[in-house]
Nanobody, 124 residues
Framework: QVQLVESGGGLVQPGNSLRLSCTAS????????MGWFRQASGKEREFVAG????????RHADSVKGRFRIARDQSKNTVYLQMDSLKPEDTAVYFC?????????????????WGQGTQVTVSS
């Protein structure tokens, strides 16, 4: 079993950047396919980015492609979400999740473990 803790959220102006971290304990992040989701107020939780178990493949939602990037540091047992050129519509609670599959999982039902989430607010 793995425990996930997100950090790095906050209030940022449009056009600026944030880097979210998801630190795992209990098992290595390399034992899972990892993903980032977000949930805006009143909306469904949606897939943002994922990285395969071996770390060799990444996938990003169309809404964030070219602006966000998922990465993994095994030495720190941490998965990151670098978010650049932030927009007000990126405002949401961001969640990290782990799945037991090898490939990238875009469906939230495919994930076995979740963090508690971190709030990102993009506003001037």
């Amino acid at each position: 079993q793995v425990q996930l803790v997100e950090s790095g959220g906050g209030l940022v102006q449009p056009g600026n950047s944030l880097r979210l971290s998801c630190t795992a304990s209990g098992r290595s992040v390399s034992s899972y396919s990892m993903g980032w989701f977000r949930q805006a107020s009143g909306k469904e939780r949606e897939f943002v980015a994922g990285i395969s178990r071996n770390g060799g493949v990444t996938r990003h939602a169309d809404s964030v492609k070219g602006r966000f990037r998922i990465a993994r540091d095994q030495s720190k047992n941490t998965v990151y979400l670098q978010m650049d050129s932030l927009k007000p519509e990126d405002t949401a609670v961001y969640f990290c999740a782990a799945a037991g599959s090898y490939g990238i999982v875009t469906n939230r039902a495919g994930y076995d473990y979740w963090g508690q989430g971190t709030q990102v607010t993009v506003s001037s």
